[in-house]
């Protein structure tokens, strides 16, 4: 099998109580193991099976895109959040944030009015382009903006895989309660730090 799950930096349980361990058990345990086990079975034996998983993204579609982007994604996901993390964006990020959304409270903002908008299962993505320029996007079902030249640098999973067991319906308290746990040495670091 040529793509296998990272283990994560942290105990299942050091996110709680923002993310249970019972969600990252079956979120990261078991629905991510299955894309992975399902990506390795399509490559199988395919043009794709020596290709690096950012280059299948970039060069498959239907299943094979889809749970190549959702392996990714997931990776992404819950690599960048840590129990005693940097709470707040800090030197070149902080300031192109600031610049482009007014303040730091106000981008928090529209990103979790992006992921409380989005309809159906997605996620809500913040990405650079070359010139260091910041965009929030929505992303559907798998949808990844690295198809779009963009370059990811922070993500919210809104399936409701992501937080039924912990806020049953109310995405929108599930959004605001993540940034207590994302770690903005993670993300600025991604944008270039
Ligand atoms: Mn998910």
Not at 56 to 78: D, K, M, T, V
Not at 124 to 137: F, H, N, Q, R
């Amino acid at each position: 099998m040529k793509f296998t799950k990272p283990r994560l930096p942290y105990m299942q349980s050091d996110l709680e109580p923002v993310i249970s361990t019972t969600t990252i058990d079956y979120h990261y345990g078991k629905h991510e193991q299955a894309y992975i086990d399902n990506l390795n079975k399509l490559i199988e034996g395919t043009e794709y099976e020596d290709m690096a998983l950012e280059a299948i993204i970039r060069n498959s579609e239907g299943p094979l895109f889809n749970n190549a982007s959702q392996a990714w994604n997931h990776i992404f996901y819950f690599f960048q959040f840590s129990p005693d993390g940097l709470k707040e964006p800090s030197g070149k990020l902080s300031a192109q944030i600031i610049d482009q959304f007014g303040s730091i409270e106000e981008f928090k903002k529209k990103f979790e009015e992006a992921g409380a908008s989005l309809f159906g299962s997605g996620w809500v993505w913040l990405s650079a382009d070359e010139s260091g320029k910041l965009y929030i996007t929505q992303g559907k079902n798998a949808e990844n903006p690295m198809t779009d030249g963009l370059r990811p640098i922070l993500v919210f999973d809104v399936w409701e895989h992501a937080y039924y067991l912990d806020y049953q319906n109310r995405r929108a308290e599930y959004l605001h309660r993540l940034w207590d746990i994302v770690d903005w040495d993670i993300i600025g670091v991604r944008y270039g730090e």
